[in-house]
């Protein structure tokens, strides 16, 4: 009884607490002129950047509180190294997305430079050499990677992960919205698996991103940035590699892996964004497909009566193809 009570003063906690401080950081960047056009709009109003730090200071002061009560209040220290080294990470992340956010785009850094600016992510989950280094391999059974897991695996899956994240976005309540899907579903394996930790820190990490939507879901008033997307690929590989829930999390970041394959072959310079119409709708902005968007873009043109797609098709279309996905891998799991 008191665990699950401590559970929803968290939830209740980091609910409010990243509300104030997405509405503080809205206010915030507007001053200091930290904005960027939304480009799905065919007046491009300006919306604040950057909002994802409020979202991980919140999470973080959340999972600081959860390890105060473990200590103190439940006298069960339990996992506090997994759940300091999962913190560390999203600090790392958010921080690495922020200077991105701040500097990225005024220095025009290279695709690579980005890439190498995320390798440190992964040093304190291959530090403690999280994870099992055993895993099942396809026709090989249950093979040892041994040190090739914390110093290889790892970091190529962190890396992975916290770039592949930031591909899929660009649209009102898009990346928050699968986040919410994807931790709610690693939250529920967790749970099936006897992984109560993780379990809070998922809910912790769900409901700050419910509270991030009231202001970023059509139309929003803050983008979420590199630091939040950064964070939350980031996030999904540390539940992976702590949580030894590899193929799930795998299957659920499909849709990253995809968007990948479809920017590689623009040799990732298309943006996802559509051409607004005077009403808001959208048309496809290649002929070519580079992107998840453009597919569910020209899938939805084709199937609705009236030809029209607006913004919050294309993020609906999206969040139910993830929510299936979710579905296939509880369904994996259980059986």
Known sequence: MEEILIALLHVIVVFFVCLGLVKWWISIAKKNKLEGADLNKFKKPLVAEAGGIAVVISIVLTIMLYVFFKTFILVAPTNLIEILVLTITLLLACFIGFVDDILGWKKGL???????????IAIPLMVINAGQSTMSVPFLGA?????????????IGVVGATNGYNLLAGYNGLEA????????T???ISFIEGKLWLVLIATIIVFALLAFLVFNKFPAKVFPGDSLTYSLGALIACF?????????????FLPFIIEGILKARSKFKAENFGIPQKDNSLEAPYKQTYSLTHCMLKFLKKVKPCHK?????????LAISEL??????IIYVLL
Do not use: C, S
């Not at 695709?111 to 440190?120: D, E, F, Q, R, S």
């Not at 919205?177 to 709610?184: C, D, E, P, R, T």
């Not at 797609?309 to 279309?317: F, P």
């Open 177 to 184: 919205g699968l986040g919410v899907i994807i931790f709610m």
């Open 324 to 329: 299936v996905l979710a579905i296939l891998v």
């Open 143 to 155: 093979v040892d990677f041994g040190l090739l897991y914390p110093l290889f695996l790892v970091l």
């Open 240 to 252: 992976a590699i702590l949580g030894n829930i590899e193929k799930a999390a795998f299957i659920l």
């Open 186 to 188: 690693l939250g529920a």
């Open 110 to 120: 290279k695709g690579w430079a980005k890439i190498l600016m995320t390798v440190p």
């Open 309 to 317: 797609v607006y913004e919050k098709d294309i993020v609906a279309g």
